[in-house]
């Protein structure tokens, strides 16, 4: 059974670093694209990026000069950090397993870690 | 970059037939997922690809794409498919997500 777990800090001030983390349980790392989404409150959902086990990672054109997702393959771990963040940043953030190229789905989830920017 | 365009809102009688659309250039090459949310809950996969349904989603899913335009159908919708409902698809090395179409079944 695939489990995804995610943690991280809930409440920052603008400009500080988001830093959220994602274990994945019950599967290997190989074969699938670990990713990052958010969703502000009331709105819509926005992918952020995501990265493979070999490390290669691809970013919404929109985040991609403050966004950095790494994975650590031995602790089955992959990570997001978003720098400078204002309150538009405030969202609730969720982890999720992607598979396949032309047909890719995001077929497990994180519970999701709601994050608010606020001074 | 590309957008995936839905509607707003859509509406259904309860046991009636459904569509919720999604339009863009980049379902040309990739194909869509769709997902469905409900209040406070995590995105739930409902259908990908060619039509496939995930294990435990009930077959009144369907999905289908001609063009730039991808479609979820639901055959005989029920109260519990009261959701808002996005899809997704690749944009080359980008992924991008619909705005959502909010349905409500009456």
């Known amino acids: 059974q695939v489990q995804l777990q995610q943690w991280g800090a809930g409440l920052l001030k603008p400009s500080e670093t988001l830093s959220l983390t994602c274990a994945v349980y019950g599967e290997s790392f190989r074969n699938y694209y670990w990713t990052w989404i958010r969703q502000p409150p009331g709105k819509g959902l926005e992918w952020i990026g995501d990265v493979n086990h070999s490390g290669s990672t691809n970013y919404n054109p929109s985040l991609k000069s403050r966004v950095t997702i790494s994975a650590d393959t031995s602790e089955n771990q992959f990570s997001l950090k978003l720098t400078s963040v204002t309150a538009a940043d405030t969202a609730v953030y969720y982890c999720a397993r992607g598979r396949g190229w032309l047909e890719l789905r995001l077929d497990y989830w994180g519970q999701g870690t709601p994050v608010t920017v606020s001074s | 970059s590309s957008e995936l365009t839905q509607d707003p809102a859509v509406s259904v009688a309860l046991g009636q037939t459904v569509r919720i659309t999604c339009q863009g250039d980049?379902?040309?090459?990739?194909?869509a997922s769709w997902y469905q949310q409900k209040p406070g809950q995590v995105p739930l996969l409902v259908m990908f690809?060619?039509?496939n349904r995930p294990s435990g989603i009930p077959d009144r899913f369907s999905g289908s794409s001609s063009g730039d335009t991808a479609s979820l159908t639901i055959t005989g919708a029920q109260a519990e498919d009261e959701a808002d409902y996005y899809c997704?698809?690749?944009?080359?090395?980008?992924?991008?997500f619909g705005g959502g179409t909010k349905l409500t079944v009456l």
């Open positions: 997704n698809s690749r944009d080359s090395t980008s992924n991008i």
């Open positions: 980049s379902l040309r090459t990739y194909y």
């Open positions: 690809g060619n039509n």
